[in-house]
């Protein structure tokens, strides 16, 4: 699995406790790391991911769907799950602002052994670290 | 006056150019993953 993620687009490091079965990932700066090929490349090497959780720095905008999303890069926003937290940070929608958040991007369903990642992902934010 | 002005602006330059770049981007990644052997 460590291979895996290791070859994937903007993936700078990949570290794995067989312990306690966490996969810390460390993305390069040049910001074109994917999670949903990150979720398929683990699947595909024949393990279940659990859950997903980013951090991430980026402007909070409305997508096509009107939903508020975090955009951490030109092309890649994740529309959040709505929280009081995400409520928090609707008026920041299209201004300035850059936000760092904690978040959950995936949590396998319960009661399912495996499950077939299913992209988009939306971001249940967990913590907010910054706004400037 | 020149050599001066030459030098501030190569300065300035390399600030922009080797200034860390807090930019937006997926900063982490952590997974929790079962059935790992």
Redesign the interface.
Known sequence: MKQHLGRQSGVQKVEVSLLDGKVDITPKEDGQIDPAGLLKATYDSGVSVAEMDITARGKIVRDAAGDVALQVAPNRAFAFVSNDLSKGLEALASTATEVTIRGQLYKKPAGKRKTEASPPLRLLILEIQSKE | MQTIRNRLAMIALLGVMFAP?????????????????
């Open positions: 770049v807090d930019q937006a981007q997926i900063k982490h990644i952590e997974m929790r993953v079962e059935g790992m052997t």
